[in-house]
């Protein structure tokens, strides 16, 4: 089996139909040169239904805050409404896509960050039954929803889920974002960031907010793989088949 890819899809793809259809489009291209496996959260539908239901919720250094009592809904719009939906996108593109958690067949392990409630911490498990689906040419579909050794379910930012994910399967893999990259305080594109300057360039407010974990979760894995990992934009399919191919595209983080 050749390398996988792992691709982390997030922001305005995942609640915008038209952009889904666009991204499965460059999505078949891309199994065809080498097996997928897709991460996803959904961050904005959960905040939107949360304000729906007179319930607040807020972020601390681009990640959510997320109490035990909003489990229910936020495993719901993951697991179950923006997973099911990707699936049924899939099948539209004779893709073969099986929804998963994290935590099916114990592919990623969590502990509890308790200072962020019930907010998991996640770690490389089991490649188990991604690799059998993978075989089987299955297109594993993963929503960033945890289980700690407890059996809490845990709110998993879904970058730090997927660099998990390629951690297990020893992946390549690709953070999307809804820009082409990481940006510098010009907007211009930082072609190569290495493990030495993250520390200046998110002291400097450079790189903030959600932008802070993707590099955060970039470096993890490019850490654990000792391979360089791309943070790019969605819209850009000539850049998603380069990356597919091992080409440069969008940010390559280093370690």
Known sequence: MSVPLVIKLGGRVVTDNDCLQQLFSTVTRLA????LVLVHGGGDQVQSLLQQLGQSSHKVDGQRITPAAHMPIVAGVLAGDINTQLCAVAQQYQLLAVGLTLAAGGTVQCSQD????????PSPGSAQLLES???QNYL???SSIGVSAAGERLNVNADLAAAAIAQVLHADLILLTDVPGILDQHGQLIDTIHADQAPDLIASGVIKDGMVVKLQAALQAAHASRRSIAVAGWQDANALTRLAKGESAGTRVRY
């Open 32 to 35: 065809a040169l080498r097996p």
């Open 140 to 142: 594993p579909i993963v």
């Open 114 to 121: 308790t200072s962020r409630g019930a907010v998991g911490i």
């Open 133 to 135: 689906l993978i075989e």
